[in-house]
């Protein structure tokens, strides 16, 4: 749900927070002409006036001043490890927001803002003040109209002389210290406004990040270089520090020149004045001089106002997709730098990124059904496991899939060497939901596929997941030259012991399925109850992987449909084949997808998109879900908007004969 458009003309704010920048905020607004200050919002009811908020009301509690009918906006000032809690309860309260940069601690917790935004129908813009300057703007057309020729290099640097506490906010590693985080934000900001502006966008993101740190005893980095390197070759160096003094310029190099900006930040002064931008060509320099009396942060918050008056970020204020690129460049500047916090280490807190106990939903679009003997119903949609690097991204996606309704986790023994498994393990017991969840575990891939590596990987697995059991087990891949019934009795031999509760087959063929299942009937042995194997509207061509096999074709279907066999399909949106931004040059989308009976079914998908009012990817996901047969679609999403739009397709109805239609292009 995207912000609607205000008529209101002035914003009403209220701050959260009391610091040297709520105070500069708070100024700023006595001047700005399209904002009023209501309230300042304390943590402590000792707190109780300072000259800087002139007569705004003082409240205790931030919970108070979202509970105000009067305030439309609010504008937090917290240290950025508060960023997230406040910015989502805000937009839960339905305020706009203004959140200082930078906006959370790392891309996982940005996605989580911007998609309580999107829920609630509310504004969200990070706060980088030299954004909205005059300065800025007329930076970004000089660079866009190419008067210094093709920008190959530039360099920007951010740094101060901070005194070594290490209880400070700039110091600590609960408060979320470091250079990189308080400072550095600006530079990567600033790189991928020129890199954008020298490719004729607003912004663009860096192919590669490398980095270093030098970290005090805190964990925090008190300095820190890193070089960004773009798709059209140009490279930023840039460097932060809180102990060492620099000369916090940009210059930015061009084949036909290059330029320099003195006062890139605080532009011509946080209470108005002259800056200039420097241009250096044929052995001439030009200044450009930018006069402005605004005040800095009373043109924040007046393009603020104007964004939430458009119902999106204006002119050069960052919009959500350049703000989550900012975070995963410095998420990636800290990797290379290793720096990390206490808050982004696995199962640390039992609460979500809103600062509350995760939510036991209710009924939901999501359905729930039990096809399987394991004691527990299972969500209509499975989320993968597969593609999470760090707690913080599988933290952000596992509450959000699970708050939605879902409980059926996908991992393996080999996804990212035990790190999925681990991942969800923590998530799992620091949300105490083990008993909600219903976890899918995979093993014995191949060339380990034997009867005896069954037991020592699972037995390795249920380790990392911190689990004595796994509610469904899949042998991952099949090994023809072992006699099927050796893999049954080993399976049966666990599930009687209680450490799995169900097993099947994954990448298994149906007719070696179904030998197994003759077996386990013959010798008294539990049999194969799923399988897991590719399944999606469009039919797979080729194998993406060595070994997998696919069940979407008709004389499979009509396998599974004859014994109601449960199918948890991976690949189940055919790895971006419905998407726009399908490439049918692609190697890969030739050899696996692209075919003419393929492309008629996406033009089939999109013509009920267009229907339905959804995209291509929804319908291509709601077809599975439609069909007669137990089908549970794996998900992989690796962002919240990615995890929105497969929920969307639970609240698609498709017409049985469009199922038809999408399948075969025939009406009934």
Request: aromatic content about 8%.
């Amino acid at each position: 749900m995207a912000p609607a458009a205000s008529n209101t003309s002035s914003l009403r704010w209220a701050i959260l927070g009391t610091g040297a920048i709520a105070r500069q905020f708070a100024q700023a607004l006595e001047r700005s002409s399209r904002g009023r200050l209501i309230c300042v919002a304390s943590r402590s009811a000792a707190f109780t006036a300072a000259p800087e908020f002139g007569g705004a009301e003082i409240v205790a509690g931030y919970e108070t001043a979202l509970a105000r009918t009067d305030v439309e906006a609010v504008y937090i000032a917290t240290p950025h490890p508060n960023h997230a809690e406040w910015a989502i309860k805000a937009a839960r309260a339905g305020k706009h927001v203004l959140c200082e940069k930078p906006i959370g601690m790392n891309a996982a917790e940005a996605t989580a803002i911007f998609d309580a935004g999107e829920q609630n129908g509310v504004l969200i813009v990070e706060a980088f003040m030299y954004r909205t300057h005059p300065q800025t703007s007329r930076l970004h057309e000089i660079l866009a109209s190419g008067r210094i020729g093709r920008v190959r290099l530039m360099s920007a640097s951010y740094g101060y002389n901070k005194a070594y506490d290490p209880e400070a906010r700039h110091f600590s590693n609960a408060l979320g210290g470091g250079a990189i985080l308080d400072v550095g934000c600006y530079c990567v900001s600033m790189s991928r406004l020129v890199a954008g502006a020298a490719s004729g966008k607003s912004f663009a993101d860096p192919v590669s990040v490398q980095g270093q740190a030098s970290r005090v005893e805190t964990g925090a980095d008190e300095n820190a270089t890193a070089i960004l390197t773009f798709a059209d070759g140009m490279v930023s160096r840039i460097a932060c520090s809180l102990t060492t003094v620099q000369d916090n310029t940009v210059r930015i190099f061009g084949e036909k020149g290059w330029i320099e900006v003195p006062s890139p930040w605080f532009c011509s002064g946080r209470q108005g004045g002259s800056s200039v931008i420097r241009i250096h060509q044929d052995g001439d320099v030009e200044d450009i001089v930018i006069d402005c009396s605004d005040w800095l942060y009373s043109l924040e918050a007046d393009a603020f106002a104007a964004s939430v008056a458009a119902g999106r970020a204006q002119g050069l204020a960052p919009s959500p997709a350049d703000t989550l690129g900012n975070m995963r460049a410095l998420d990636a500047w800290r990797r290379a730098g290793g720096v990390t916090y206490v808050s982004e280490a696995p199962g640390r807190s039992p609460r979500t990124y809103a600062g509350i106990e995760l939510a036991r939903p209710g009924q939901s679009a999501m359905g729930h059904v039990s096809p399987l003997p394991i004691g527990k119903s299972l969500s209509r949609l499975a989320i993968g496991c597969m593609g999470f690097e760090t707690y913080p991204d599988a933290q952000a996606l596992y509450d959000a899939f699970f708050e939605a309704g879902g409980n059926v986790f996908d991992t393996a023994h080999i996804y990212k060497k035990g790190l999925s498994d681990t991942l969800l393990g923590h998530w799992v017991k620091s949300r105490d939901v083990r008993e909600d969840a219903v976890i899918i575990g995979k093993g014995a891939h191949s060339p380990n596929c034997y009867p005896e590596t069954i037991g020592r990987e699972l037995a390795e697995s249920l380790e990392r997941l911190q689990t004595d059991y796994i509610d469904i087990y899949f042998m991952h891949r099949d090994n023809l030259d072992i006699p099927v019934g050796e893999f049954v009795d080993v399976l049966d031999d666990f599930a009687r012991k209680g450490t799995i509760r169900a097993f099947g087959g994954s990448n298994w063929t149906l007719e070696r399925l179904g030998e197994a299942n003759a077996y386990a009937q013959r010798a008294g042995r539990q049999g194969f109850s799923a399988v897991s194997n590719q399944f999606s509207l469009a039919e797979m061509l080729e194998p993406v992987w060595p070994d997998c096999i696919s069940s979407s074709d008709a004389d499979s279907i009509a396998w599974l449909r004859g014994r109601n066999m449960p199918l948890f399909a991976w690949s189940s949106q055919a790895r971006g084949f419905f998407t726009d931004a399908m490439n049918p040059d692609d190697p890969a989308t030739i050899r696996s997808w692209l075919s003419e009976r393929n492309l008629g079914r996406r033009e089939r998908a999109r013509i009920l998109a267009d229907r339905y009012g959804t995209t291509m990817p929804t319908i291509a996901l709601a077809y599975l879900l439609h069909l007669d047969f137990p089908v549970f679609p794996i998900i992989g999403p690796l962002t919240i908007a990615e995890l929105r739009m497969s929920l969307a397709a639970l609240e698609v109805s498709l017409a049985p004969e469009d199922v038809q239609w999408l399948a075969d292009g025939d009406r009934p």
